[in-house]
């Protein structure tokens, strides 16, 4: 049903698309696409449906699966019913700076994320990606897993290093990333309040990328990009809430959380690579002295 939705919603998109933006589409396809690839892919065809249903469909994946988790969270900290759960105790992000986080996240939801994608959308297809709603095209399992644990991987990968270079730096941190430390509480808005550039180069491009080389199946990669989003909004939500990403990474919220209150260390995710290159020695002691109080007491006197 909701490919039969989203199907008959793409074809709308495509058959209104704007004709005074023909040439300038045109033109931006055959300066990406190699000689003659244009013609090749299916030219204007193409676009108007497998195009459409890629910036579409992974824009709706994208914000749909922001807010289905943004919003229950939202909820979660206007009703304070579950301060038991708070990672950081009586405190709580600042109304003003997450007025501003929703401002910026309108603006990338409804503007930066539907360029990107469409601009996205001549790579995937020189690629190779498979473009079909239809579950009988996806590859066989075993293919199909390989897919999403190199997606998960390397998205990991790249994070941290990406990451971690804007701490290490003061100058790149001071221009880009300091930023999306202003939520020193953060809270489920602030997991995409940062400077394009970093969503670009630490977010999107990790994201994403992997899966183009793949040439993974569309469907695979809208999988995928819903459990990162889930990730990322829960790893920032505030509050240790169970869930299948809890039961797989039990600290993954603590982990992040710490970062943010301390502005240091915890760089990645559940690759461990902090525990790798040990810049997760300061939260593991920290942690052990939140669970045995008594023996930290005992360790201090």
């Known amino acids: 049903m909701a490919c039969t939705v989203l199907s008959a919603a793409t074809s709308s998109v495509s058959a209104s698309f704007p004709a005074f933006l023909d040439s300038a589409v045109e033109g931006y396809m055959r300066q990406v696409l190699p000689s003659n690839a244009w013609e090749e892919a299916g ?14 469909g992974t824009w709706a994946v994208t914000v749909g699966a922001f807010w289905a988790l943004a919003a229950f969270y939202w909820a979660v900290e206007r009703s304070r019913w579950f301060e038991h759960r708070k990672v950081q105790p009586g405190k709580h992000p600042d109304p003003a700076l997450e007025r501003e986080a929703l401002l910026l996240l309108l603006v990338n939801h409804l503007l930066r994320l539907p360029v990107l994608f469409f601009l996205v959308y001549p790579l995937a297809k020189y690629a190779g990606m498979h ?22 991987a390397a998205n990991e990968t790249i994070f941290y290093w990406a990451h971690r270079a804007l701490h290490a730096h003061p100058a790149l ?28 180069v630490a977010t999107s491009l990790p994201t994403i990328a992997p899966g183009l080389l793949l040439r993974t199946h569309l469907l695979l990669l809208w999988a995928w990009l819903a459990y990162r989003i889930f990730e990322a909004v829960e790893g920032h939500s505030g509050y240790d809430m169970p869930s299948i990403h809890s039961w797989i990474h039990p600290h993954a919220v603590d982990f992040h959380d710490w970062h943010h209150s301390k502005n240091s260390g915890n760089y990645g995710g559940m690759l461990p690579w902090d525990s790798w290159m040990g810049t997760d020695v300061a939260w593991k002691g920290w942690m052990r002295r939140r669970e045995n109080p008594s023996a930290a007491t005992k360790k201090l006197s």
Do not use: I, Q
């Not at 030219?43 to 579409?56: P, Y």
């Not at 066989?140 to 999403?148: E, G, I």
């Not at 941190?173 to 970093?198: G, I, M, N, Q």
């Open 173 to 200: 941190y001071r221009a880009v990333h300091k930023k999306h430390h202003r939520f020193t509480v953060p809270s489920a808005l602030s997991a995409e309040f940062a400077h394009p550039l970093e969503e670009l």
């Open 131 to 152: 473009f079909s709603l239809s579950l009988d095209t996806l590859p066989p399992v075993p293919v199909a897993l390989s897919h999403l644990l190199v997606m998960w």
């Open 43 to 56: 030219g204007w065809s193409a676009v108007r449906s497998e195009g459409a249903l890629f910036s579409l």
